[in-house]
């Protein structure tokens, strides 16, 4: 299953000495708050540095622009010297590009790892913790070292129109699975998604139902905002759409998304990769990115890739102000 725009040792911070060091350490709050403090103020602080620039890239979907650009802003934020290349193209030609060594970082999800590898039939993918330790030890041998994932599911899931799901209590694949027996449910999607036996045939199998293929609108394209939107205004008689479970427009449209308590769908979790040689050269990034992504749950990536494609900000100004809020947080 190759998604569109999505083809195809995670170290711990040391924890406090018995011998105090010769200077105050900072808390790992401090070091963010000092992190986007300095990336606000334009100061360029002795973290590390490099001769040559740091090649950040990302895909070129909404997700990859914003996760990049946190990135890149991160790194700044450490006084190196970034090189932007967001937007660089679908995962095969990002992934190549850091196994070529011509991009030093960029932001994937640990479910590809089972297409990288070719076991996507491999149940460890289906949890986020077995999946990311996977895909960790299988790139370590390719020089490549994935750092901490954020706690948000990007996989496929289906949407409800808001009304249908409240009159008939939908919230669960279960709820889904009932009405697609009782005929109640018209579903836009991609042809990918109704095709691939590791989206809409691994609910069917794990829920017992089959959906009815004169009752599926198939697209070309893996669009989640056409699908998302038909499911809201009904067009088409759809009443249901495939989505990315961190999807801007289910922030801003009545859809109820269905919850997968059987783990039929792989977890999508989304982590800085960067190449082994360039963290041995600037070992400080792995805590800056590691608290930044760290914060970063489903709700708060929905309501940042909301501001993107729903309110039409740049992927740069969200970014930006979100690293702002985060050095303040608690």
């Not at 790892?113 to 999946?131: I, L």
């Amino acid at each position: 299953m190759l998604r569109a725009n999505t083809f195809v040792a995670n170290g711990q911070p040391s924890e406090a000495q018995t011998d105090p060091p010769p200077r105050k350490a900072l808390s790992r709050r401090g070091i963010l708050t000092a992190l986007c403090a300095s990336l606000l103020s334009g100061a360029n602080p002795s973290f590390a540095r490099g001769s040559r620039p740091i090649v950040v890239a990302s895909k070129s979907d909404t997700e990859g622009a914003l996760t990049g650009s946190l990135i890149a802003l991160i790194l700044e934020g450490l006084g190196l010297t970034v090189e932007r290349k967001l937007g660089l193209g679908p995962t095969l030609i990002v992934r190549s590009a850091l196994l070529a060594g011509e991009v030093d970082i960029y932001p994937e999800y640990t479910g590809n790892g089972a297409f990288f590898s070719g076991t996507d039939t491999d149940a460890v993918w289906k949890t986020g913790e077995g999946g990311y330790e996977r895909i960790r030890a299988l790139d370590a041998e390719r020089g490549l070292v994935w750092l901490k994932p954020a706690s948000a599911n990007n996989t496929w899931l289906i949407a409800v129109r808001g009304n249908l799901a409240r009159e008939r209590g939908l919230s669960s694949m279960a709820d889904f699975a009932s009405a697609v027996r009782e005929d109640l449910i018209t579903l836009a999607a991609s042809t990918e998604f109704v095709e691939s036996p590791a989206a809409l045939p691994s609910f069917e199998a794990a829920y017992g139902f089959t959906m009815p293929r004169n009752r599926i609108i198939s697209l070309p394209g893996g669009d989640t905002a056409v699908t998302a939107r038909a499911a809201a205004e009904g067009i088409s008689g759809v009443n249901a759409g495939m989505v990315y479970g961190t999807d801007g427009a289910l922030a801003a449209l009545d859809l109820a998304v269905m919850t997968d308590p059987k783990a039929a769908q792989i977890v999508y979790e989304v982590a800085p990769v960067i190449r082994a040689e360039t963290l041995t050269r600037h070992p400080g990034i792995r805590e800056a990115l590691d608290l930044v992504f760290a914060r970063l749950d489903a709700d708060t990536l929905r309501r940042l890739n909301a501001r993107i494609t729903v309110e039409g900000e740049t992927a740069d100004a969200v970014a930006r102000n979100y690293l702002a809020g985060a050095g303040a947080a608690p």
